[in-house]
Nanobody, 127 residues
Framework: QVQLAESGGGLVQAGGSLRLSCAAS????????MAWFRQAPGTEREFVAA????????YYADSVKGRFTISRDNARNTVYLQMTSLKPEDTAVYYC????????????????????WGQGTQVTVSS
């Protein structure tokens, strides 16, 4: 099992940027796909972006495409989410997650495909 810890959240003005990090410990990080999800108050958890275990494939929600970039550094056991051109509607708690399939050829947007979750980091975008 992998333990995940997010950092990098905070308060930023609309149009600004933030970079979130998710540090992993335990077995399996480099062999599993990773993703970022977010959840605003009163809403369901929403897929944001995912990356394959090798980092050669990515997938984004339409709402963040062109503004957010997911990446990973397997040597550092860390996955990142670079967020630019932030909007107030990006305000949410952001969670990183590790999928349940080793060396998968697929990347997933369904949260049920993920078994390891961090505690989340708050991102607030002011208008």
């Amino acid at each position: 099992q992998v333990q995940l810890a997010e950092s990098g959240g905070g308060l930023v003005q609309a149009g600004g940027s933030l970079r979130l990090s998710c540090a992993a410990s335990g077995r399996g990080f480099s062999s599993n796909g990773m993703a970022w999800f977010r959840q605003a108050p009163g809403t369901e958890r929403e897929f944001v972006a995912a990356i394959s275990w090798r980092g050669d494939s990515t997938y984004y929600a339409d709402s963040v495409k062109g503004r957010f970039t997911i990446s990973r550094d397997n040597a550092r056991n860390t996955v990142y989410l670079q967020m630019t051109s932030l909007k107030p509607e990006d305000t949410a708690v952001y969670y990183c997650a590790g999928d349940r399939t080793f060396y998968s050829r697929s990347i997933y947007k369904n949260p049920n495909e993920y078994e390891d979750w961090g505690q989340g980091t708050q991102v607030t975008v002011s208008s």
